[in-house]
């Protein structure tokens, strides 16, 4: 994944790696080793001000996709093995409400791990006094 570049970058510069940085240095995968830490998932979100872009967060697995657009109370859920195309939503089928609260869960844990503070504090302050 292209987040994974800065921390590569940084490994083979012999500096180190932020540890709030979700990517991770691509190093022992280009000496042939695949570290079994791999990730599965990832965390993705949208929380720039658009009118016509609601704001969500998430995460991709290698299986599903979630996604939660907090301003709207919408989310959903695509099975990516058997809907490759995303057009069918999960979230409200019965049979799929635990995966829903994994995923929800999964995602409140990415986002605590990977949001910085300061980051979000400059995004709500320049959302509220866009100049």
């Known amino acids: 994944m292209n987040l994974d570049f800065p921390s590569t970058i940084l490994e083979f510069a012999g500096a180190n790696i932020p540890k709030k940085y979700q ?3 691509l190093l022992p995968i280009i000496q042939g080793e695949t570290p079994a830490d791999w990730r599965t998932d990832f965390f993705c979100e949208h929380r720039y001000h658009h009118e016509q872009l609601p704001k969500w967060r998430g995460v991709r697995g290698e299986r599903y996709t979630y996604a939660h657009y907090y301003e709207e109370d919408y989310e959903f859920i695509f099975d990516l093995q058997r809907d490759p195309t995303q057009f069918q939503n999960l979230a409200k ?3 799929h409400r635990a995966k829903l609260e994994q995923l929800r869960a999964r995602a409140k844990e990415l986002e605590a791990k990977y949001t910085r503070p300061e980051v979000v504090s400059y995004k709500e302050t320049f959302e509220q006094n866009p100049q």
Do not use: A, F, H, K
Request: aromatic share 0%.
């Open 93 to 95: 089928d019965p049979n």
């Open 23 to 25: 990517g991770r240095s």
